[in-house]
């Protein structure tokens, strides 16, 4: 079992930018596939990013193809969603999430965090 611990969130103006960051303990976290995922009022939760366990390899979302970049440090454990140019419609609660994996056309992961809150506001 992996632990997971996400900070970052907050209050932000459309058009700006937040960084998330996740961290990481329990397990070999180097080994692991990383992803964030969201979940906004209403909605089910969607996948946002992912990354290999390498950092060789990342996924997007097409709704945040070019805004978003999701980055790693497995020296420190870590875990990075930087988002920029942001949008009222990102409002939702951030989840770091391990052991991501896609099976067809969805996405899903073994183990999550509590959550951040991100408001962007327009």
């Known amino acids: 079992q992996v632990q997971l611990v996400e900070s970052g969130g907050g209050l932000v103006q459309a058009g700006g930018s937040l960084r998330l960051s996740c961290a990481a303990s329990?397990?070999?976290?180097?080994?692991?596939?990383m992803g964030w995922f969201r979940q906004a009022p209403g909605k089910e939760r969607e996948f946002v990013a992912a990354i290999s366990w390498s950092g060789s390899s990342t996924y997007y979302a097409d709704f945040v193809k070019g805004r978003f970049t999701i980055s790693r440090d497995n020296a420190k454990n870590m875990v990075y969603l930087q988002m920029n140019s942001l949008k009222p419609e990102d409002t939702a609660v951030y989840y770091c999430?391990?052991?991501?994996?896609?099976?067809?056309?969805?996405?899903?992961?073994?183990?999550w965090g509590q959550g951040t809150q991100v408001t962007v506001s327009s």
């Open positions: 329990g397990r070999t976290f180097s080994r692991l596939a």
């Open positions: 999430a391990a052991e991501t994996r896609k099976y067809g056309d969805n996405w899903s992961a073994d183990s």
